[in-house]
């Protein structure tokens, strides 16, 4: 049986263009995609790397729902026979499936993602407690790799396009549990305001899809926290 899969093409003001794809065992939607530019469509514009789940470069729009393709089986979301693929939403469009991701992390910037430690190299190693409350806040929310699917998902970046968002806000939460960073302060002066952590409806979108099983949620949950503790003591 074959797959009738409709893809995003052009720039923002694009139009779906439709496609008959044969539909193969194990076949997942990047496959499919690829199939499309190798033997269709060699116009077709997307992104994609490891193709194992690692980088999070095949991210797109599967039925309306942000997923990584390379691990999205086409069994699972078109027992239809169907399929609508589609850029990011949130992101500007380049061409076609392709997304520009320069504000994405202009925003991480914004929420002071970066770590900035107190030693140099010729010191000896920071050590860090492994089973500290800090350490084991910052597990929760380290292994992000900057996907975009929280991003997209989130509904408050599509009503208030400067809302810092859930992965830079995810970000500034493990650093302020780096008990090694020394700009604590800078940085929740950044996420505390209006488009920080508490523009946050908590609507939880960005946990649910989430493909590292990460908790963006409850990382700015806990920037309210620490903001609200910090405003109270006159500290922002």
């Not at 609508?84 to 991480?108: C, H, Q, S």
């Not at 780096?178 to 609507?203: E, F, K, N, S, W």
């Amino acid at each position: 049986m074959d797959l009738e899969v409709k893809v995003w093409r052009g720039g923002e003001q694009g139009a779906f263009a439709t496609y008959q794809v044969r539909r193969e065992e194990s076949q997942t939607v990047l496959d499919v995609v690829v199939y499309i530019q190798r033997h269709l469509d060699p116009s077709l514009s997307y992104r994609y790397a490891c193709r194992v789940g690692m980088c999070g470069s095949c991210a797109m729009s599967v039925n309306g729902v942000a997923r990584w393709t390379c691990r999205t089986h086409v069994s699972k979301v078109a027992a239809g026979g169907s399929l609508e693929i589609a850029p990011l939403p949130n992101f500007p469009v380049i061409k076609d499936l392709a997304i520009d991701m320069r504000g994405f992390f202009d925003k991480w910037a914004r929420a002071r993602g970066q770590f900035q430690g107190a030693t140099t190299r010729h010191d000896d190693f920071a050590r860090v407690e492994p089973g500290s409350k800090e350490r084991r806040a910052a597990d929760a929310g380290v292994e992000c790799i900057g996907c975009g699917i929280c991003h997209a998902s989130c509904d408050v970046v599509s009503w208030r396009p400067g809302f810092l968002g859930p992965a830079a806000l995810n970000r500034a939460w493990t650093l302020v549990n780096d008990v090694r960073d020394t700009q604590q302060a800078a940085r929740l002066r950044a996420v505390a305001g209006i488009a920080g952590c508490h523009a946050c409806h908590t609507q939880g979108s960005c946990t649910e899809r989430c493909p590292k099983q990460l908790a963006p949620t409850t990382a700015i949950a806990g920037l309210k926290r620490l903001a609200a503790r910090a405003a109270v003591r006159g500290k922002l």
